[in-house]
């Protein structure tokens, strides 16, 4: 099965291994010193079950890389427009693109049902550049679990052995398209369900990129030092609570379960958004944070805590030149 992975980064690497591991014929779109690395020395991910190395065609120009079986995006939000523009020479006619990605997704509600069934969303689609170039038929949603960082290039660490990838149909079909990437994935050592619900998965994962995400931002912390703290710990219990009168507004209610284990969390990983501040790298503000708020002002859903950490975290990233200057976002 040929599997091109549009976005190399920490998930992107990782997942790349995970699919040679299975038995697929993998490439990558990467670039800068990333790219280098990876046709020079190959991709290396150290994970919990031994070093993994891989040798992918890895190219900046998606051309080079040919026709595809699957694409399977992990770009961080900011980067989706470029994905919209090059994506083309990868895809045959009946090629899924599988969005494996934190936050609310562009086809959320494509084969929604209900009041805001097929509302768009220009956060996570500016312009619709997605929908025109690929179009809902061909899209999977995906959440991964995966707790990973680039070390060095080409070289990636993954922290724990609670690693995932979900994936889901938008019209809630389990599919054979989607079940033939999950038993790639599965075969390379990364767990990968198949769900009826992806976007109830999609809230699970996205309790938690709210309650820990803008506090650590705020204390430049991973997450287990930031939680040391009982007073940021309640923070992010209040953070994950409005994540999840959200969630149940548009008709995904969580359990108890899923804030207490968010609250619970103990790992040392720093959230994705936390390495991208201190890199310099653009920040997935608008599909984490800005978007849930304003579905919670579509569903009349009040969210006091994550207005005041979000509008903090917006500021910090202005200071870095990393957000729009008021007035061009808000």
Request: proline share 7%; net charge neutral.
């Amino acid at each position: 099965m040929r599997i091109c992975i549009f976005g190399a980064g920490a998930i992107g690497g990782h997942i790349a291994a995970r699919l040679a591991r299975g038995g697929a014929e993998v490439s990558l779109v990467a670039r800068g010193a990333h790219l280098a690395a990876i046709r020079e020395n190959g991709l290396v991910v150290h994970a919990h079950d031994g070093t993994h190395h891989s040798r992918p065609r890895a190219s900046e120009n998606p051309a080079e890389l040919g026709l595809q079986d699957a694409v399977i995006v992990t770009v961080k939000g900011p980067a989706l427009p470029s994905v919209a523009a090059g994506i083309a020479p990868l895809l045959r006619e009946d090629t899924p693109v599988a969005f494996v990605m934190n936050g609310i997704q562009w086809w959320y509600f494509d084969h929604h049902g209900g009041p805001h069934d097929g509302l768009r969303l220009a956060e996570a689609d500016p312009g619709d550049a997605l929908r025109s170039a690929i179009g809902v038929r061909r899209a999977i949603g995906g959440v991964v679990y995966s707790a990973s960082e680039v070390i060095s290039p080409g070289v990636i660490h993954s922290e724990h052995g609670n690693i995932r990838v979900i994936l889901g149909e938008p019209d809630g079909r389990v599919s054979d398209r989607a079940k033939a990437i999950s038993a790639v994935l599965a075969a390379g050592g990364m767990p990968s369900p198949v769900s009826a619900d992806i976007r109830t998965d999609v809230w699970n994962k996205l309790l938690g990129n709210l309650a820990s995400g803008p506090l650590c931002v705020l204390s430049r912390q991973g997450v287990r030092d930031t939680y040391a703290d009982p007073i940021i710990r309640d923070a992010a219990r209040r953070g994950a609570e409005e994540g999840r009168a959200i969630a149940a507004a548009l008709g995904r209610p969580l359990p108890d379960a899923a804030v207490e284990r968010v609250v619970g969390a103990t790992m040392a990983h720093k959230p994705s958004i936390l390495q991208d501040l201190e890199l310099g790298r653009p920040m997935e503000i608008d599909s984490l944070f800005a978007l849930p708020i304003r579905l919670a002002r579509l569903v009349g859903v009040p969210t006091p805590q994550l207005d005041l950490v979000v509008a903090l975290v917006k500021a910090a990233a202005r200071a870095r030149g990393l957000y729009p200057p008021i007035g061009r976002s808000d």
